[in-house]
Structure formats: C-alpha cells, structure tokens
C-alpha cells in the first residue's frame, strides 16, 4: 500500500503543520511516512507544497501521481489538479475558512478521517502540540466533514521520523561536540537550529559569525585550543572557507565542516535541492592535503556517519567533510532502525595550557617553526600523503560502501547521498542491486569489483555532469556510460526513475 497526498498554499499558511500532525498520527498507527518540502525563495507568499508519502513498508521517496490533494488555497488546486489520480480526493479550505488560523488543523483532521484512522488518535496529537481547546475543536470540525476512504488497520511497527538536520545534530552531540559555528545559508541552517535547541542540555555553544571567513578561521582557533568544533555552510559560503581549509592541511587543526549543497553557480535556486557539490569537497582548497568526504543517504546513516566524520577529524589531525543537500536535510524521513551505538573519543593531542603549542600556515619544521628548505617541504609532504593512506586503512573499519537489492543481480545501479531513498523505492521488486557509496574520500577498493562483476551498470546522480561517474573513472579507470542524470533542482521521484531504468537496455 502507498498513498501520495500533496499539502499547498502559500508561505505562513502552516502547510508543514499538516504534514507534522499527519505524520505523527500514522506513525503512531504504524505506518511509515516520507515527507518532502519543496518552496521558493519567499517568507510568504508564493506556491508551497509538500509532498506526504504514506506506505505500510519502509520508503524513501515520494511519487509523481497523487492520491490526494489539501488545497490552502486556489493556486494549489490549479497547479497541480493535473497529477491527481481519476480517484483521488481533494480537502479544499472554504468549508474552514472561518477557523482562521486553526485552518490546516481543520484539515489535517480531515485527512486523518478519509485515512480511516481514529479520531482520538487525532485529538491526543493536537492537544499534545496545541494545549488548546480552539485547536481541538477544529480538528474534530475537520474530521467529520469527510467519509472514510482508505481504512488503514493499526500495524505493530515502532517507528520514528526524522530530518537529516536533526540527525547531524544528534551525531555531533554523540561526539562530543563542543562548538558550532556557521553564517545562515539555505539548506545549511536546520543543523544551527537543531543544535542551538540542544545547547542547554547538552552544554555545547552555537555561535553565529559575520561570514563563512570568520566561520572557518574562528572554528580552526577554538579546535586549536582544544574544543571538537564543526561548522556548516552551503555552496557559497563553502566557496569562502576554502583557503581556511588550506590553512587547516597545512596547521593539522582538526575540523569538521557540514556541506548542505544546493543549485548553483552563483545563487542559483537556493531553496531546492541537487549534488553539484561533490567536486568541490573533493578539490576545495588550494596545495594538496588529505581530507575525509562523507555522503550518508538517510537520517539513521548520518548520525553514524557525523559521529565518524568527527572520529577521524580528531585521529588524524584532519579535515572531514560530510556532504549533504537540501532533500536530506530538509525531507522527514520515517525509520524502525536505529543507528549504531556511537564512538567514543577524546582529544589527546596537546593544547595551549599544557604547554607551548605552535600552528603555522607555513610550510614548517616539527617544532612548528617556518621553514623553506626544499629538503623539509618535500618530507612533509610526503608525510601528509601518507596520513591519507593511514586514514583509508581506519575507514575500512566502517561501512564505506553498501549493496542494497537483489544481492547476485547482474543489473548494478550506482548512486550516493539523497537519491538513495528513490533508487531504493525504485528497484523494489526489480531484478537490481544498488551500489551506494558512502565514502567518498578514500573510495572503497571494492567498486571496482562490483563494477566488473555487473553486466549492466547504471549511474544516479542529482547533477549534470556524473560527478561519481568521473570520480570513479579517475579511481578505477571504468567509464560508466549508461547514465540517469537529473539537474532541474528537484529530487528524483521513485516511480519515474523506475520507468527510466527500464528503458536502459
């Protein structure tokens, strides 16, 4: 069973507040959920929508055609009454336009009516997030309004949801986290709204700088004097920290950098979502350096793979880069599992306090003192490249790479971070297997290997040019010609990505 019902209206209206009450009503009833926001550039105003995708198995994405539509206002019903279904059903706003800001409770009543789920399901979740007998009257208004449609048993599932933001906030707490730094850039800014919620009980700081320059150098002073600190931007502001991460290859001050990219050049369309960020967190930065480039696909993945992320940064003296986007951050993701039970660590290295401890961005001697003999320079770099192969020898420890699917499938799909919930929908019940690399820097030795083992081999990727496709080539020395590109600023949606799949022959 799966259900697509679209939530729109303007900016302000309270859309993803439907979406909220909805989602915690069918997880409670034991259904999974999978929610994606999509919204312009506004405050308010505008066409927003969600997409609310409901299914009675594990899911990670959502579909083009709709099974419903709860229209906020007429725009909604006229954008997108061409993708509801001939049976599909539509929750309108005059009948409850009269309940003012208690609009979207109204409706979220009514779908819970027309889902077939209990109304004191319903009424114990507005009052939970309400507290308010206005609210409570709305809801029970919406619910009677509509006939049961779908009838959706109560399953024995215990099931959670969660954004990709929160769960790198999660993993940084796991580690240890001392201090967040970051300048407000879509879709980046969720983690520094997760973790300054999180400061009191927690006793870490999050701290707002002027711009991504002081963000990196600030955050490469506190890591000097001994605090585990992360910090977060987007593509543009990734664009500015670059030559503090080449100050970090050089000094060997232990950073965590959270990339959340989003279209570009330039601004580009900022509140949507692609992987055109890859290159960049491989390359950023000038002089040649080892850094750690970390892709998870989902919520439960990036907990694990934050805490990681900071693992190594401390081990090596490093820079570990974890690579999201606007979809994973941004969509609610439903779960049964739980992540790993996490790594545990504590800075060993000398700091100020503990005696004299030197930094230089300089090419410098061990007592951290500047140097230029040509001997010297070219020592230390060999040392730092030989940290890398240190490091790839730890991550091999960890799940850099893992095969979904059909498991002795010929059929290879390749892909990594946030299309990782659609190529799972997609290959369901299909003869595939989906390679989903994690580890982006060092790459597992074992691609290439599942490469040759597949007769047909298909690339994934959220952006124009294959930006893994070229990785790999440049790893493995195989050209993956058979490619399923999308570069609009929008996601993948399972069921049209299962069409293309099989149309490649």
């Not at 906020?72 to 019903?77: C, G, Q, R, S």
């Not at 299909?430 to 989903?436: G, I, R, S, V």
């Not at 440049?474 to 069921?495: C, M, W």
Request: charged letters at 30%; aromatic letters at 8%.
């Amino acid at each position: 069973m799966r259900l697509n019902i679209l939530i729109g209206g303007k900016a302000g209206q309270g859309i993803n507040k439907i979406s909220e009450i909805v989602s915690h009503v069918l997880v409670k009833h034991g259904y999974y959920t999978f929610n994606y926001r999509d919204y312009p550039s506004l405050i308010r105003g505008g066409h927003n929508f969600n997409i609310l995708s409901i299914s009675d198995k594990k899911i990670g994405s959502f579909e083009s055609k709709l099974d419903g539509i709860i229209a906020m206002d007429e725009l909604t019903v006229k954008i997108h009454k061409k993708e509801l279904k001939k049976n599909g059903f539509l929750i309108g706003f005059e009948e409850f336009k009269d309940l003012g800001r208690n609009l979207n409770v109204a409706q979220s009543g009514a779908l819970i009516k027309i889902l077939g789920i209990d109304k004191i399901l319903l009424i114990e979740e507005v009052e939970n997030q309400f507290h308010n007998e206005k609210a409570n009257e709305s809801a029970e208004k919406g619910y009677n309004s509509e006939k049961t449609k779908f009838h959706l048993e109560k399953i024995k599932n215990k099931i959670s949801i969660m954004t990709g933001s929160k769960a790198i906030a999660i993993g940084a707490v796991n580690s240890g986290i001392d201090l967040y730094i970051a300048y407000p850039m879509t879709p980046a800014t969720g983690v520094m709204h997760e973790l300054a919620g999180m400061q009191k009980n927690n006793k870490h700081m999050v701290f707002e700088a002027e711009n991504e320059i002081s963000v990196v150098n600030s955050a490469l002073g506190a890591s000097f004097a001994g605090a585990k600190t992360m910090v977060g931007t987007s593509g543009g502001g990734y664009d500015l920290m670059c030559e503090g991460l080449s100050l970090q290859g050089m000094s060997e001050i232990p950073l965590v950098v959270y990339l959340a990219s989003r279209p570009g050049p330039g601004t580009g369309v900022p509140t949507y979502s692609t992987q055109p960020d890859l290159d960049i967190a491989l390359r950023g930065g000038h002089g040649e350096f080892p850094r750690i480039v970390i892709a998870p696909g989902d919520p439960t993945e990036t907990v694990e793979k934050t805490n990681e992320a900071f693992y190594l940064a401390e081990k090596f003296r490093n820079l570990s880069i974890i690579l999201s986007d606007k979809h994973l951050a941004e969509s609610e993701f439903s779960s049964d599992s739980e992540s790993k039970k996490p790594l545990k660590f504590k800075i060993t290295r000398k700091v100020p306090g503990e005696g004299i401890v030197k930094a230089n961005s300089y090419e410098h001697d061990k007592f951290g003192n500047t140097t230029e003999d040509a001997e010297l320079t070219r020592k230390n770099a060999d040392m730092r490249i030989k940290k890398y192969n240190e490091i790839k020898k730890e991550c091999k420890k960890f799940e850099m790479i893992k095969i979904h699917g059909k498991k002795n499938s010929k059929n290879l799909v390749i892909g990594w971070g946030s299309t990782k919930g659609a190529i799972l929908d997609a290959i369901d019940g299909e003869d595939y297997k989906f390679l989903q690399v994690l580890y982006l820097k060092p790459l597992s030795d074992k691609i290439k290997n599942e490469i040759k083992k597949a007769k047909k081999v298909v690339l994934v990727e959220n952006n124009l040019t294959g930006q893994l496709g070229k990785l790999l080539r440049e790893k493995t020395g195989t050209s993956i010609k058979k490619r399923i590109l999308k570069y609009d600023a929008r996601p993948f949606n399972s069921d049209e990505l299962k069409k293309q799949l099989k149309r490649i022959k």
